[in-house]
């Protein structure tokens, strides 16, 4: 396709298309969906029981949510460095890629594949390919409303 000319389709396209479509194999929706359930079902059960933990030993659920969120990231870096949770995720989908020791994952996978470079441009360049644009939106996410509340008043 050249630039600023759009091709037309044409017949042969369609006949293409549904030709592909015949041959693709079923997406399993059902199975991935109880399998996405169970999987973050259970990484929620663990942060479940690690807030438990905390509360135990004194902390109120309010306090204990930011401890909790510490072992879950540790956690989910634990096992991604062990390669254990590249097979949860496979098993899991989301389910296992989205809570936030899927963070952890995200954060760890990339600096686990360039540790051949060194500590400095491997390892700790990698590391914040993910987690530096969230930290930044966070960080001025959490200055505008600092901002915003100062003006309007509390």
């Excluded at 369609?14 to 015949?22: G, K």
């Excluded at 135990?56 to 989910?76: C, D, E, F, I, K």
Aim: with cysteine.
């Amino acid at each position: 396709m050249r630039s600023g000319v759009m091709r037309v389709p044409q017949e042969k396209d369609a006949d293409y298309l549904a030709l592909a479509a015949r041959h693709r194999p079923p997406t399993p929706v059902w199975r991935n969906a109880v399998r996405a359930f169970v999987v973050g079902g259970g990484v929620c059960v663990v942060g479940q029981l690690v807030t438990d933990f905390f509360e135990v030993h004194g902390q109120t659920a309010t306090r204990a949510a930011s401890p909790t969120a510490v072992v879950m990231v540790g956690l989910g870096a634990l096992f991604t460095g062990l390669g254990l949770y590249d097979r949860l995720v496979q098993a899991g989908g989301m389910g296992g890629a989205l809570p936030i020791s899927g963070f952890a994952n995200a954060m760890v996978a990339p600096a686990m594949e360039y540790r051949r470079e060194g500590l400095v441009l491997g390892v700790g360049a990698k590391l914040f390919t993910v987690a530096g644009p969230v930290l930044a939106y966070g960080l001025g996410s959490a200055f505008l409303v600092g901002v915003v509340r100062l003006v309007v008043g509390s």
